[in-house]
């Protein structure tokens, strides 16, 4: 199984970039999709998540801003971000937790990250 990210940049302070990352490999079902991010000197931390055919959660620095969805057709996850600010700044990480093929329990997977810079 494997995570691909794409979507990160530089970017001034009040734009905008979509992140997406698809998950690809012999996967039986998704349970649940999510975004982390990580800033220097920081602790990793939830951006979003979004459980299959669930409510959508959210950090409170990024509620009404960010927005994430999922597509099941294609194992993708997105996350819109609006009006960056200079500390969203950070590497962001998708994660999925999924049931692989011949599997008996839900696994966790990574992407390999994708650098957001909010800067001008």
């Known amino acids: 199984v494997q995570l691909v990210e794409s979507g990160g940049g530089l970017v001034q302070p009040g734009g905008s970039l979509r992140l997406s990352c698809a998950a690809s490999?012999?996967?039986?079902?998704?349970?649940?999709m999510g975004w982390y991010r990580q800033a220097p000197g920081k602790q990793r931390e939830l951006v979003a998540g979004?459980?299959?055919?669930?409510?959508?959660t959210y950090a409170g620095s990024v509620k009404g801003r960010f927005t994430i969805s999922r597509d099941n057709t294609k194992n993708t996850v997105y996350l819109q971000m609006n009006s960056l600010k200079p500390e969203d700044t950070a590497v962001y990480s998708c994660?999925?937790?999924?049931?692989?093929?011949?599997?008996?329990?839900?696994?966790?997977?990574w992407g390999q990250g994708t650098q957001v810079t909010v800067s001008s």
């Open positions: 979004i459980p299959n055919g669930g409510s959508a």
């Open positions: 490999g012999s996967i039986v079902s998704i349970a649940s």
């Open positions: 994660n999925a937790a999924l049931r692989v093929l011949g599997g008996s329990s839900l696994e966790i997977y």
